[in-house]
């Protein structure tokens, strides 16, 4: 069943590009989702359709028709969870280093979404026009820890919106090369790197991307243990703003120095802690988890040398 959905900008949205708009206004739904809505005629302006570039007018009667949610060709799996945290809107989950979170082409299987249908069955929220997935943020494959995911639509938005307001608690521990004397924040706008689609660089134009870090205890062989709190939360944000400062993350592959002095399968990132207003219950809730042992295991190799 398709759902309907009617806007009216207000003065001092107006101005702003269709699919901006949109994106701001329905947090919930990602701004491609929305293009592509606009590109198949599913928005209308004033009942009639539009561009993605047309200009919102105050008083503009927008209408926006959602799809019913087409069903992924994703099979479940019986792959071992880590919940930290369930309930009948969500589930909180710790995932490990080297597991994909949704499938993509070179990782059919084997993903937290195989896992989670097979966990979750018929239970996992439908939003962005995909049944099911229930994912609402992700972490990169060789990044460990915490994510929620959501088993309605209704947590989903309500998450979503959230995760828009940057008002979710985030928090990593990492190991960068490098003294890191001092905490600091980096303001710096990502986008894909033009000249390699694989990696994200800070690009004037780009979304805007927001770390806070602060060095939480020194290492030898040149190397600092770091906390990152996330304002915003785009791709890559904490691998290439560390970078950035010229400090890498230890065994980041894409970022950090080729020649890595531990045998390491990426970068040594761990997302232990996750707040938010629980949807339903509207409490303030708080999830940690410690760090894994393959991280554990250097961390105190650097401390011992």
């Given at each position: 069943m398709k759902n309907s959905i009617e806007l009216?900008?207000?003065?001092?949205?107006?101005?702003?590009?269709?699919?901006k708009y949109l994106a701001e206004a329905l947090p919930e739904y990602s701004r491609s989702f929305l293009q592509q809505l606009i590109e198949d005629g599913a928005v209308s302006v004033n009942e009639r359709p539009v561009k993605a570039s047309y200009k919102a007018k105050c008083g503009d009667f927008i209408r926006v028709v959602i799809p019913e949610p087409e069903r992924l060709e994703i099979e479940p799996e019986d792959i071992p969870l880590d919940i930290v945290y369930e309930d009948d809107a969500l589930l909180v989950v710790n995932k490990p280093q080297g597991m994909v979170v949704h499938p993509s082409f070179g990782h059919a299987s084997g993903t937290l979404v195989n896992a989670l249908m097979h966990h979750c069955g018929d239970s996992l929220s439908g939003v962005n026009g995909v049944l099911r997935p229930g994912i609402v943020h992700r972490i990169d494959k060789d990044t460990s820890g915490l994510l929620v995911v959501c088993k309605t639509d209704r947590a989903h938005r309500d998450l979503a919106l959230q995760f828009a307001e940057h008002s979710i608690v985030r928090v990593y521990t990492a190991i960068c090369h490098g003294n890191v004397a001092e905490a600091g924040t980096v303001d710096a706008p990502l986008a894909r790197d033009p000249k390699d689609r694989k990696r994200i660089a800070i690009i004037s134009g780009g979304r805007r991307a927001v770390t806070h870090f602060e060095p939480v205890e020194r290492l030898k062989q040149d190397f600092t243990l770091i906390r990152c709190r996330l304002e915003t939360g785009r791709t890559h944000q904490i691998r290439v703003h560390m970078a950035s400062l010229h400090h890498p993350i230890l065994g980041d592959p894409v970022y950090g120095p080729k020649k890595c002095p531990f045998h390491l399968n990426g970068q040594l990132l761990h997302a232990g802690i996750l707040g938010f207003v629980h949807p339903i219950t509207k409490e303030q809730v708080l999830f940690t988890r410690d760090l894994p042992e393959h991280f554990t295991k250097v961390?105190?190799?650097?401390?011992?040398q």
């Open positions: 009216t900008p207000e003065t001092e949205e107006a101005g702003l590009r269709l699919d961390l105190k190799n650097l401390r011992n």
